[in-house]
């Protein structure tokens, strides 16, 4: 059946613009799960939904992002007022229950 | 979150030789997972492990949890060219965010 897939897989945008990253995991999966993966380095997690809540959103980088889930299903990670450091690989995953996750492959996010 | 620590950082091997890399916490866990993640593409669960000294493989893999329940090893025996990509080593991020934490990666590079 269909993986997680991701839109855009390449953004490129300017400093100080707002950019919506869409992730639309595997149909049943009521876990989704947001990560960013910095040039070279391993995977930090930023945000988890179970059905629509996010019990947790102290891994968020700032207050610029956000994140949010409708219909227990798509989610839409926003970035405001893009910074340089931004500029990253941010994968979703979806899991239905326990620690096994599914990965998208990811949207590639360049800030200019 | 507490940092897991991968080696080596990256493997220049030939084609056919074994493989082996290792991922250290501070902490216990009860949950070690290993990813492969190949270029342009989100990580892919290879295996995961629950317990205290298991022992599990996946064809010419092999991961084991330590006994200590703080480190984890994955092998890879006669190894071939679709190996290549990184390797990471996983664990739950803890402190109710039920995300992954995940280690910086062992990259794989295979000469025929």
């Known amino acids: 059946g269909a993986g997680v897939s991701q839109s855009p897989s390449n953004k490129v945008t300017e400093k100080g613009k707002d950019v919506e990253l869409r992730c639309d995991p595997i149909?049943?999966?009521?876990?989704l799960y947001w990560y960013r993966q910095s040039l070279g380095q391993g995977l930090e997690f930023l945000i988890y939904f179970q059905g629509n809540s996010a019990p947790d959103k102290s891994g968020l980088p700032s207050d610029r992002f956000s994140a949010e889930r409708t219909g227990g299903s798509v989610s839409t990670l926003t970035i405001q007022r893009t910074q340089q450091e931004d500029s990253a690989v941010y994968l979703c995953?979806?899991?239905?229950?326990?620690?096994?996750?599914?990965f998208g492959p990811g949207t590639r996010l360049l800030v200019l | 979150g507490q940092q897991l620590n991968q080696s080596p950082q990256s493997m220049f091997i030939q084609e056919g030789e074994d493989v082996s890399m290792n991922c250290t916490s501070s902490?216990?866990?009860?949950?070690w997972l290993w990813y492969k993640q190949e270029p342009g593409e989100g990580p892919v669960l290879l295996i995961a492990l629950y317990k205290a000294g298991e022992l599990t493989s996946n064809g010419r893999l092999t991961a084991q949890f330590g006994i200590t329940r703080k480190d984890s090893f994955l092998n890879i025996s006669a190894s071939i060219p679709s190996d290549v990509g990184i390797y990471f080593c996983?664990?739950?991020?803890?402190?109710?965010?039920?995300?992954?934490?995940f280690g910086k990666g062992t990259h794989l590079i295979i000469q025929p």
């Open positions: 149909s049943g999966h009521t876990a």
């Open positions: 995953a979806s899991s239905p229950g326990g620690w096994t996750q599914y």
């Open positions: 902490s216990i866990f009860n949950t």
């Open positions: 996983a664990r739950p991020a803890g402190g109710g965010a039920d995300g992954l934490t």
